[in-house]
């Protein structure tokens, strides 16, 4: 067990010196707080919202050690690395650490030397786990990706069942987090993790303001992904697809279109997996295309674009995977591809599922958000917000936005293809209802007769590709499903009841299918003017990156170099005060990526005043030197000389004392004789004095 210290620094004071931010995002701060206190917490915020920091800062303030769980090696050992590099005692025990490795953590644990530690929730499933950490004064516990002990979440992992045990046994406060969780999902979250308690619960909102996004309708997906990735080349980005043989099929047009690029999918062996997930750490532009098993592990916060070769399951699905682009708050783009083949593939997945009938329905709830966001002729951000229950203005950054749909009355063309589909029996699909519609007189169409059917040659005032967005549209609106048990042939749905009687109008967009926001241009994270100090930044991250063998983030993220490449530090203070340079990072890295801004050798001062690099005291150590030069031979100039520790100097600094008396007992009885009245004097002129 860690002893108690008199003094623990405040979670403002560690959020600057060891995380390096000087202040918290929106959101963070009442949830650390209530972390703190020891309060049970649920809190719902969005991905790149800074989730972590509310454990982690926390577990720096509180006695004792805090457990993580959470669900994958990789994000996992991103996170230790960061806490590790940031100077924090972390570690995680998982299945891929060598046996040197564990000893060494066991050995921490028994010490009391470790803040934070990380495990996966299948370790829960050990009996010595419990006693491990009873032993090693666990005194919180912290849950990362919650939803998985939901069977409404779309990550669900039994092994999260065993949480909410653990929590009783031990005694002590849990703190759950999540990025997607709607009602249901929260419900059972509560009921499996807190069943003895309600938690104070946080919904932070979901939204992502510098992710673009955009819908476009299949027309070649592969040269759509092919141009949405051109105009991004050099980027980190990632492309979601519904099968294994897609994802190997466009990682290599990627690649022998000159890209950097890799497939991803359960299919791969282990070795495989874990090999493109440390590539895509540690490799700046490389493009991942993956199916849904590369998800929670991604932790990387540069990546700059996520597209959808194929319609997401559902609509959690499709937020938590575009989630995954921007964490660092900069400017990300959003592509998702679809189309009717998508849309009786997740009908059909839905209805073939061995899930209760209300799971099921659910179910079809979701994808019906997610297909009317896809078909949406107004704000996409606005009505994805409204499903989690967020009311919002037009957002300005999604593609309905920049160029807003024409809709038109569609009602008419409606109610043809439903006639259509009741005189055919519900046994076709829109091929062959087109057929008909279209007068198309095909030898299917003649062979079961229906070229004499009233409805045949009907609908010739829209061409083929007009009616197939109308079937589109209507899938997308649920009028109409694909029957699994007929082969994916089209029946009506209940919705669609009013439209034929005529009792109700429907407007559609005109699809004119070869519109797609493929060729948008990437922004620009810097003017032209700091584009090239951005360049020579990044260059000289991944130099020492690769010599510590760690992903170039962990040394310090895209944000965090552009601001240094806008304000051009000149001075180790100056460098303290950029986003995400904790002392430690200022003490390994301030002089060596300050040549690089200044292009001259930086002297460094001694480690007292390097502590206080940035602080508001910095400057007042600086007078106290000059003055104590001044003085050192006394007013005379003919005294033996005398001077203050490097020490002495930044406790006078940071205490600033108003008395004598106060200083004597700082610096001694012939020091304050000598350097007394001056300091004081320096003290109560100083702006930043308290007093």
Not at 640 to 669: C, F, N, V, Y
Request: some cysteine; proline content about 6%; hydrophobic content about 40%.
């Amino acid at each position: 067990m860690t002893t108690s210290t008199p003094e623990r620094p405040g979670p403002e004071d560690i959020l600057a010196r060891v995380f390096g931010f000087s202040g918290f995002r929106p959101g963070q701060e009442e949830i650390a707080q209530a972390v703190i206190a020891g309060q049970d917490v649920l809190a719902i915020m969005p991905t790149g919202g800074g989730k972590s920091l509310c454990y982690q800062l926390p577990a720096l303030c509180r006695e004792g050690l805090t457990v993580v769980i959470s669900p994958l090696i990789a994000l996992m050992r991103d996170q230790v690395r960061a806490l590790q590099e940031a100077g924090v005692s972390a570690a995680a025990l998982t299945s891929g650490n060598a046996p040197d490795e564990n000893e060494a953590i066991f050995t921490a644990l028994n010490e009391g030397r470790l803040k934070l530690l990380y495990i996966a929730p299948e370790r829960l499933a050990a009996s010595a786990t419990t006693g491990l950490l009873r032993r090693s004064g666990c005194t919180l516990i912290a849950v990362d990706e919650a939803h998985c002990v939901s069977q409404w979440g779309h990550d669900f992992r039994p092994d999260y069942l065993r949480i909410g045990e653990l929590r009783r046994t031990l005694g002590v406060p849990l703190a759950a987090f999540t990025a997607t969780a709607d009602a249901a999902t929260r419900d059972e979250i509560v009921a499996r993790l807190f069943a003895d308690q309600a938690p104070v619960t946080f919904l932070r909102g979901f939204d992502r303001p510098n992710i673009r996004l955009a819908f476009a309708v299949k027309n070649n997906p592969r040269r759509q992904i092919m141009a949405f990735a051109e105009a991004r080349r050099g980027q980190s980005g990632i492309v979601y697809c519904a099968t294994r043989a897609r994802t190997e099929t466009l990682a290599r047009a990627l690649e022998e279109a000159g890209f950097s690029a890799r497939a991803y999918h359960g299919g791969l062996e282990d070795w495989e997996r874990r090999k493109v997930e440390e590539m895509f750490q540690r490799e700046e532009g490389l493009i991942v295309c993956a199916t849904v098993a590369f998800g929670m592990g991604v932790d990387k916060p540069d990546v700059r674009w996520v597209a959808h070769a194929d319609l997401p399951k559902s609509i959690e699905a499709y937020y938590q995977e575009i989630g995954r682009a921007g964490r660092d708050g900069l400017p990300a783009d959003t592509l998702t591809l679809y189309g009717p083949d998508d849309i009786r593939l997740r009908r059909a997945q839905i209805d073939e599922s061995t899930a209760p009938l209300d799971r099921r329905e659910a179910d079809q709830a979701r994808l019906n958000t997610l297909l009317g966001l896809a078909e949406t002729a107004h704000c996409r951000r606005k009505m994805l917000l409204a499903y989690f229950g967020e009311v919002s203005d037009d957002c300005g950054n999604c593609d309905m936005c920049a160029a807003p749909a024409r809709l038109f009355n569609a009602t008419e063309p409606v109610r043809k293809a439903l006639s259509a589909m009741l005189r055919t029996g519900e046994w076709f699909g829109s091929g062959h209802l087109i057929d008909i519609l279209t007068g198309n007189a095909t030898e299917k169409v003649r062979a079961r007769g229906h070229d004499q059917l009233p409805t045949f040659a009907v609908g010739r005032e829209l061409p083929r590709a007009g009616w197939q967005a109308v079937f589109r549209q209507m899938m997308g609106r649920d009028l109409i499903r694909p029957d699994a048990e007929r082969h994916g042939a089209l029946r009506m749905t209940a919705a669609a009841r009013p439209i034929l009687r005529g009792e109700a109008e429907i407007h559609l967009r005109e699809d004119t299918v070869t519109q797609a926001p493929t060729r948008a241009e990437a922004r620009a994270l810097v003017s032209d003017e700091d584009a090239p100090l951005l360049a020579a930044l990044k260059a000289h991250r991944r130099s020492l990156a690769e010599s510590a063998r760690v992903p170039p983030y962990i040394i310090f993220n895209d944000r965090s170099l552009i601001e240094m490449a806008e304000r051009r530090p000149q001075t180790l203070d100056d460098f303290a005060r950029i986003t995400g340079v904790g002392a430690t990072k200022l003490e390994r890295y301030g002089a060596s990526f300050l040549e690089v801004i200044t292009r001259e050798a930086v002297a460094m001062p001694h480690p007292a005043r390097r502590k206080l690099a940035g602080a508001q005291s910095a400057p007042l150590y600086d007078r106290l030197l000059e003055t104590e030069q001044t003085l050192a031979r006394g007013d005379c100039g003919t005294l033996k000389p005398l001077s203050l520790t490097p020490a002495q100097r930044a406790r006078l600094a940071s205490q600033r004392p108003g008395d004598m008396s106060a200083l004597t007992r700082l610096i001694g009885e012939r020091a304050a004789e000598r350097f007394g009245p001056a300091f004081i004097e320096l003290f109560h002129a100083d702006p930043e004095n308290p007093r």
